[in-house]
């Protein structure tokens, strides 16, 4: 789980890892990231607008454009102003692989947009977002556009539930054979 390290290569080529295959197309997205408090900082929250694709290994967001550290939270800095020392990064993008992922859920609110919402925990030693601590995640809610908000979550789902079966049948233990 990492967060600004995925960026589009020349023609807006998706950078995958060996082996990774695309399962979606680059869907519109809008990606709110929800940071609990931690010893490294305050409770925040991180917007953008990208795309979203899903492959066989992780979940990985893109963002448009880029904007100041402080537009994406709050208005209240101009564009123009070079962003504060202690500024949190911008969300450029976000990558979620399926061993991070806690919980993938599609929503149906009354009142709001349909949206998936991905709660996950950092990757051991991954220092681009802050660890949450014992019992705390991080939680992405993300609005898909072009109606495929349902499409793309049944793909998380189904690639999790794989990816916790390759886990489990690489953690059984071979049986004992005694020596004679």
Same mark, same amino acid.
């Given at each position: 789980?990492?967060?600004?390290?995925?960026?589009?290569?020349?023609?807006?080529?998706?950078?995958?890892?060996?082996?990774?295959?695309?399962?979606?197309?680059?869907?519109?997205?809008?990606?709110?990231?929800?940071?609990?408090?931690?010893?490294?900082?305050?409770?925040?929250?991180?917007?953008?607008?990208?795309?979203?694709?899903?492959?066989?290994?992780?979940?990985?967001?893109?963002?448009?454009?880029?904007?100041?550290?402080?537009?994406? $939270? *709050?208005?209240?800095? %101009?564009?123009?102003?070079? !962003?504060?020392?202690? +500024?949190?990064? =911008? &969300?450029?993008?976000?990558?979620?692989?399926? $061993? *991070?992922?806690?919980? %993938?859920?599609?929503?149906? !609110?009354?009142?709001? +947009?349909?949206? =998936? &919402?991905?709660?996950?925990?950092?990757?051991?030693?991954?220092?681009?977002?802050?660890?949450?601590?014992?019992?705390?995640?991080?939680?992405?809610? =993300?609005?898909?556009?072009?109606?495929?908000?349902?499409?793309?979550?049944?793909?998380?789902?189904?690639?999790?539930?794989?990816?916790?079966?390759?886990?489990?049948?690489?953690?059984?233990?071979?049986?004992?054979?005694?020596?004679?």
């Amino acid at each position: 789980m990492s967060i600004n390290t995925v960026h589009l290569s020349q023609g807006n080529i998706l950078p995958l890892q060996h082996g990774e295959d695309v399962l979606t197309a680059g869907h519109t997205a809008d990606l709110e990231l929800r940071i609990p408090a931690t010893i490294q900082g305050p409770k925040r929250t991180e917007n953008a607008k990208g795309r979203i694709w899903v492959t066989d290994h992780r979940v990985i967001f893109i963002a448009d454009t880029l904007d100041t550290p402080g537009t994406s $939270a *709050s208005g209240a800095s %101009a564009p123009s102003e070079p !962003p504060s020392y202690d +500024a949190p990064p =911008v &969300l450029s993008s976000l990558e979620i692989p399926y $061993a *991070s992922l806690k919980i %993938a859920s599609y929503n149906l !609110p009354t009142f709001s +947009a349909n949206n =998936v &919402l991905l709660t996950f925990i950092p990757a051991p030693g991954d220092t681009s977002l802050p660890d949450p601590g014992r019992g705390q995640t991080i939680e992405a809610k =993300v609005i898909v556009g072009e109606g495929a908000g349902h499409g793309v979550w049944k793909r998380i789902e189904g690639e999790r539930m794989r990816a916790e079966e390759r886990r489990k049948q690489e953690d059984i233990l071979p049986a004992y054979e005694p020596r004679n």
